[in-house]
């Protein structure tokens, strides 16, 4: 069964700093991945996500992720981040398109002015 | 374009009892799955319907059931309510694979607390 590892609980961030969350995932093949953005209290807002092809994908408000397979990893990166990016990240995994998805326990996010 | 729409948005519930859950799809997609989250975790995976049928469980028991409607509505049901049940409950629903709709889109969530 494929599972998927978010190994930083929090991250404290200055506004304005670059912001790099961590995804590690285990499957045998490449899954279909997914970085989903939760504000408190509220649904999940897909990001972005990783079917094939080119292995850097871009989100929306400025968020970019890299997909490396031999590090089974999918970081979401973002440059410059506001105080509105403060949220709970995370990161999922599906085997196929519309299939059931696997979440990380999550990254949250906290923003310093 | 209607997302992915819950209700009721927050419910409250003796141990015991039972609970409905409601979920409509987003537009052109047929496949409905439901998960628990609780609080300060990730979403786990309870189910999926397809074609009105349970396509897919994750670990949840018996308890826990559902149902899809002709027009890809779905219900999630909880029977036997425990405090533990007590959590965010998440719709997503997704479209024929191959095409845009294999993205996965979430509701706001049902909060449900078991008192």
């Known amino acids: 069964a494929q599972s998927v590892t978010q190994p930083d609980i929090h991250i404290t961030v200055s506004e304005g700093a670059s912001l790099e969350l961590r995804c590690n995932y285990s499957?045998?093949?490449?899954?279909?991945l997914f970085w989903y953005v939760q504000s408190p209290g509220q649904g999940l807002q897909l990001l972005l996500k990783?079917?094939?092809?080119?292995?850097l994908v871009q989100g929306i408000k400025g968020f970019e992720a890299e997909f490396k397979r031999s590090q089974s990893s999918f970081n979401l990166r973002k440059p410059s981040v506001h105080w509105s990016d403060a949220a709970e990240y995370f990161c999922?995994?599906?085997?196929?398109?519309?299939?059931?998805?696997?979440f990380g326990g999550g990254t949250r996010v906290l923003v310093k002015p | 374009d209607a997302g992915v729409t819950q209700s009721p948005t927050h419910l409250i519930k003796t141990r015991g009892q039972q609970v409905t859950l409601r979920c409509s799809p987003k537009?052109?997609?047929?496949?409905v799955s439901w998960y628990q989250q609780a609080l300060g975790q990730g979403p786990q995976f309870i189910f999926q319907?397809?074609?009105?049928?349970?396509?897919q469980r994750g670990n949840f028991p018996d308890r826990f059931s559902g149902h899809q409607f002709p027009n890809y509505s779905s219900e999630l049901n909880v029977n036997a309510l425990l405090l533990g049940d007590s959590a965010l409950y998440l719709c997503?629903?997704?479209?024929?694979?191959?095409?845009?709709?294999?993205?996965?889109?979430f509701g706001e969530g049902s909060w449900l607390t078991v008192v």
């Open positions: 997503a629903s997704s479209g024929p694979t191959g095409s845009s709709g294999n993205t996965i889109y």
């Open positions: 499957y045998g093949a490449t899954p279909y």
């Open positions: 990783y079917f094939s092809g080119d292995t």
């Open positions: 999922a995994v599906g085997i196929l398109a519309g299939n059931k998805l696997t």
């Open positions: 537009s052109g997609h047929d496949t």
């Open positions: 319907y397809y074609e009105e049928e349970e396509r």
